[in-house]
């Protein structure tokens, strides 16, 4: 039995872009001609602005009370990704 997708080609590529985009910080030219187009800056602005919208973003006090000690010399940390 072969399994089903989960996942449509196209939001396969959504996700890969935004993973490599945040995880490994590639120039946005490098990830367009890896997938072989020139939207990649489009996609990733409007799917970020889009994620926004549904991760919690908690307020400047619960940051600065919770942000691990290396961080403590960034003043105007917004948020912080692990990607690990």
């Known amino acids: 039995m072969v399994p089903t997708r989960k996942l449509h080609d196209f939001d396969q590529f959504l996700l890969m872009l935004m993973l ?7 120039p946005m030219r490098d990830l367009a001609d890896r997938f072989n187009t020139s939207l990649c800056s489009s996609l990733f602005t409007s799917w ?9 973003m ?5 940051i600065n009370e919770t942000k691990p000690l290396r961080f403590y010399a960034v003043k105007n ?3 912080l990704i692990d990607c690990s």
Request: aromatic letters at 4%; proline letters at 4%; glycine letters at 4%.
């Open 20 to 26: 490599m985009k945040i995880r490994l910080n590639m």
């Open 58 to 62: 908690p307020d400047q006090g619960r």
């Open 48 to 56: 970020s602005k889009a994620a926004a919208m549904v991760v919690f």
């Open 77 to 79: 940390l917004n948020c």
